[in-house]
Nanobody, 123 residues
Framework: QVQLVESGGGVVQAGGSLRLSCAAS????????MGWFRQAPGKEREFVAA????????YYADSVKGRFTISGDNAKKMVYLQMNSLKPEDTAVYYC????????????????WGQGTQVTVSS
């Protein structure tokens, strides 16, 4: 079994930055893909970013490209999402997810999910 715990959410003004962290525990992650998704009130969960566990491959949603950076630390079993130039439309609950297969934008490819961390961007 795999457990994922997100942290780092909070309230920030537009233009500000936050760094989300995802701590993984349980089975080894040598071949897992990791992703970040978000869900705003009244909206469906959407892909934000993904990274292969080697870190060699990353994907980003167009809406965050150039503002957000996903990274990982294998030794610490951590994944991060650095969010810069935040906008009110980035307000959502952010979820970390792990895929046994690969890093991908498809939510249904992920096998494990964290509980989420709230990010609120005020205008």
């Amino acid at each position: 079994q795999v457990q994922l715990v997100e942290s780092g959410g909070g309230v920030v003004q537009a233009g500000g930055s936050l760094r989300l962290s995802c701590a993984a525990s349980g089975r080894t992650f040598s071949t897992y893909g990791m992703g970040w998704f978000r869900q705003a009130p009244g909206k469906e969960r959407e892909f934000v970013a993904a990274i292969s566990w080697s870190g060699a491959i990353t994907y980003y949603a167009d809406s965050v490209k150039g503002r957000f950076t996903i990274s990982g630390d294998n030794a610490k079993k951590m994944v991060y999402l650095q969010m810069n130039s935040l906008k009110p439309e980035d307000t959502a609950v952010y979820y970390c997810a792990a895929s046994k297969a690969r890093a991908t934008y498809a939510a249904n490819a992920y096998d494990y999910w964290g509980q989420g961390t709230q990010v609120t961007v005020s205008s």
